[in-house]
């Protein structure tokens, strides 16, 4: 029974914690509601971050240096990230041209180069995780290995808190 109840206080902290660090609803292209014409400019990697290091901080405890390094960590990561989803959109967009064409060979090349390219955000994201993950105490593993697996599935593969939201 007391297994159950800190499980559920678990799945509590983290909702609220992942509620509290939502950054604006994106509304669209350029942020705007349908027919509106406003426009919201897209989160900065150092609001990213910072709203990332804030939750957390919130949910293990971090301490300032833990939180400085963090930042250092997840800012190496998007900015390392950022070029790659940039040729993502590339490939993508030269592949919808392909089908539209029907060309086999250009549709073979830009689904393998956007195989390519999301394997290297998955290895930047892990390592950015794995740094992470070295610099916690054994209880803020211990935490955030508990509410991962309660909230998540099993163990912090495939979930990235940090960077970015899997």
Avoid: C, W
């Avoid at 390094?69 to 993508?92: G, M």
């Avoid at 089908?99 to 950015?128: D, M, P, R, Y």
């Amino acid at each position: 029974m007391k297994n159950y109840i800190t499980r559920i206080v678990s799945v509590g902290i983290l909702s609220a914690a992942a509620v509290l660090a939502q950054g604006p609803l994106d509304r669209g292209p350029g942020g705007a509601a349908p027919g509106s014409t406003s426009t919201t400019t897209p989160p900065t990697v150092a609001s990213i971050v910072a709203r990332q290091v804030s939750f957390l901080t919130t949910l293990l405890t971090l301490t300032t240096s833990q939180a400085a390094t963090a930042t250092t960590i997840f800012t190496n990561e998007l900015n390392a990230i950022t070029p790659i989803q940039t040729n993502i959109t590339t490939a993508q967009t030269a592949l919808a041209a392909a089908v539209k064409t029907n060309s086999a060979s250009t549709i073979a090349t830009q689904s393998a180069l956007i195989g390519t390219l999301t394997g290297q955000i998955v290895a930047l994201e892990a390592n950015a995780d794995a740094g992470f993950y070295a610099l916690l105490t054994t209880a803020q593993q211990t935490t955030l290995g508990t509410v991962s697996s309660d909230f998540f599935g099993e163990g912090l593969g495939g979930i990235h808190i940090p960077g970015g939201g899997h």
